[in-house]
């Protein structure tokens, strides 16, 4: 058996999974590590900016909704691929009502931002359960240019 040599092998993707206490101050940590990922596949800074700021509001429906008893948790996952960034964001709370967004309304349901501002920062998104039950899972795809 013949080892491949590392340069030869093509990495498809990276994943990073980070999870932190749903409490407001740790949401700075999935920023942090948004930023590192960046190096890795540099982003432009308005581009980074832009998903900084989804992230913090898909962690924020997390922190806010998921646990009104107190402690819980919050998982992201960062895949890096060659042609797009996935992030997941995901709790095991009891989640929020997602209205879906009227584009012909004038006004915004109550906490319909931060999904307003996902939507527009990404090219896919998909809101819900987690596919094993209980909790919810924000998932946004960002293109990359090549």
Do not use: Q, W
């Not at 932190?20 to 581009?47: F, M, Q, V």
């Amino acid at each position: 058996m013949t080892a491949a040599h590392p340069a030869s092998i093509k990495r498809e993707s990276r994943a990073v999974l980070l999870t932190i206490p749903a409490k407001a101050e740790y949401i700075t940590l999935g920023r942090l590590a948004l930023t590192g990922l960046s190096r890795l596949r540099p982003l432009d800074e308005e581009t980074l900016a832009d998903l900084k700021l989804a992230l913090t509001e898909a962690c924020s429906n997390s922190v806010r909704h998921a646990y009104p008893e107190g402690d819980g948790k919050v998982e992201i996952r960062y895949e890096l691929h060659e042609d797009r960034l996935v992030i997941e964001v995901a709790d095991d709370g009891e989640g929020f009502e997602h209205e879906p967004v009227d584009e012909e309304a004038d006004e915004l349901v109550e906490g319909g931002l931060g999904i307003a501002i996902i939507r527009a920062v990404a090219d896919e998104f998909e809101v819900g359960e987690k596919p094993e039950g209980g909790g919810s899972r924000l998932r946004f795809v960002k293109r990359l240019a090549g």
